[in-house]
């Protein structure tokens, strides 16, 4: 009844209701933010909603994804255990109210680097934190209607479109790099390049089977590109170990060996799935099939939010039907 | 004089009762030096690599097999897969080690032993001080993080945050949840290495292999550096070699060679055990 009811709810709600049906399923009051050092200037917040990453110097603090709003005294709380720096960033990887929930909050508790043409550019310059995303996650969450409405002062302040977005911040060089069509259509990953971290968003994740948002606009097809550049850019120190990190969007650090091992069980179950679907397989036919079994140890779940069958459904219509924009 | 021989007295008990607490037993076994490996067990799963589709005997349960099935060994001349490393619960299988031990300068305490594996040249590390493992969302490695023990004269080492590895060379899987304990036990110049694997997600019962050494009082593990180079031309993206369910044509090559009934090839809980010999000898044979 409970996954029926989800998957009503879903379909009602199309892309927003991936943050309400996740949020819904929280237990905030319990939850805690944990906090993990990945390397000498980044930080893994963990807690109920995506994970965050927390860059900081002499500079202040830039943060990629907020995690859900009523967390936000919380997460506060474990930033100042590590710092008393201003929070000038914020960056989102994508819309989704587990990463977007604590814009607003967040926001609020920082300050903008304001002056020469950025004064101009972000009208209340000085106030807050400045919140940096791909265009398409504005046009989304500004977008939202009804209870799934997100006020204002949680919208992106600085967008951009294209490739990618570059800042220079806590003297290391951050690319803010665009992968199309993957999660949703407003996806990025961050690199940290002098620390060598990657701060991957729901492209990429240990816990689940992909995420893939296609109200959103997010793609199978998009999935296994964003993952080929993640692997691009990770050069371990040895074999498939250390060197590059990678903060994935939900569950634990992880290096290449891991985004390796996810890319193979995506690519796995697209050819199984897709030759399936050549083959005239309806939905209930390949589900039946259990083309993920062998991933489902590892990655599946008959429970909550993203369970293995909403997985094949979504796998199941992207492949079938690959939107144009897909890369 | 008599109340300087009392001091003496006295300054030697106190001597005898500080080394007895200090902490770092005495009579435990050291570790340290290079152990050349015995190959006369388990050979083929040594030197020659197992046979594909050759699972009899290991506890591997049905999404495990469905795994290893579509394994196709083309994933060895992929760039970012030649130079991955055994991980720790199966890199002792091959060729030589070099255990040393970590001492604390100024308090005499074991903090560490350390072991080289020559083949790849990882290093992992047996924390002695008591520390504890990393939060499971801490970052997981081929070598996992590993504390020890003594338990008598022997080490038991506990080893968590493992990435996903294989407990054999033709795809069978270990999942990163896996949790290893490992027992070295030293006879005098010989030195059994026992390791139990515990998955619940792949496997149906734990797993247990040993390998015995041999100490070489003056043997010595060479480097072993590796390069990634691209072999064979291959789809540069959104590729990787597998064989779809039911066409791997060579899962059927070890029953049918070994004249072993398929299912057992297939391995399971019950292969591992003595009485699965009144079954196989009423499977049919391939």
Partial sequence: MKKHFLAALLAALGSVGFSVASQAQQDFAAGEIRSLQVRDNVYMLVGAGGNITMQVKDEGILLVDTQFAPLSEKIVAAIRKISDKPIHYIVNTHHHGDHTGGNANLRAVGTTVSGGNMAGAIRDSGVGAAIVAHENVLLRLSSATGPQAVPSGGWPTSTFFGKKKELYYNDEGIEIIHVPAAHTDGDSIVFFRQSDVISAGDVFGTTSYPVIDIPGGGSYAGIVSALERLVDIIIPVYGQDGGTLVIPGHGRLSNLGDVLNYREMVIVVRDRMQGMIDAGMTLEQVKAAKPTQDYDPVYGSTTGFWTTDRFIEAAYRSLSNPPEDAP | ?286
């Avoid at chain 2, 338990?151 to 493992?162: A, M, Q, S, Y």
């Avoid at chain 2, 809980?269 to 049919?284: D, G, H, R, S």
């Fill in chain 2, 1 to 286: 004089m008599r109340a300087f021989r009392a001091l003496q007295s006295g300054g030697r008990l106190v001597f005898v009762a500080a080394a007895l607490l200090s902490g770092q037993a005495f009579g435990q076994s050291t570790f340290a030096g290079v152990w050349n490996a015995g190959y006369f067990e388990d050979w083929p799963d040594r030197f020659p690599g197992p046979e594909l589709g050759d699972y009899a005997g290991l506890p591997l349960n049905a999404s495990d097999r469905a795994r290893a099935s579509s394994w196709n060994a083309t994933i060895l001349s992929l760039p970012d897969y030649q130079c991955r490393v055994h991980p720790s619960d199966y890199a002792n299988s091959f060729a030589d080690i070099r255990m040393w031990h970590e001492i604390d300068t100024k308090t005499q305490q074991l903090v560490a032993i350390h072991l080289q594996h020559f083949a790849w040249s990882t290093q992992r590390t047996f924390w002695m001080d008591s520390r504890p493992h990393p939060p499971e969302f801490a970052e997981h490695t081929s070598m996992g993080f590993s504390t020890g023990e003594w338990v008598g004269n022997n080490l038991k080492v506990t080893t968590t945050h493992l990435k996903e590895g294989w407990l054999r060379r033709n795809g069978v899987a270990r999942s990163d949840a896996a949790t290893v304990t490992e027992h070295f036990v030293r006879h005098g110049n010989h030195l059994t290495w026992n390791v139990f694997v515990q998955d619940a997600k792949y496997l149906e019962e734990p797993f247990f292999r040993n390998r015995d050494y041999t100490l070489a009082e003056t043997g010595a593990i060479g480097a072993y550096p590796c390069e990634s180079v691209v072999e064979v031309l291959l789809p540069e993206e959104g590729y990787f070699p597998h064989y779809l369910p039911g066409e791997n044509p060579f899962l059927i090559e070890y029953a049918r060679n070994h004249k072993i009934p398929s299912e057992a090839a297939m391995g399971g809980a019950a292969t591992m055990y003595p009485e699965y010999k009144k079954k196989l000898a009423a499977l049919p044979q391939p």
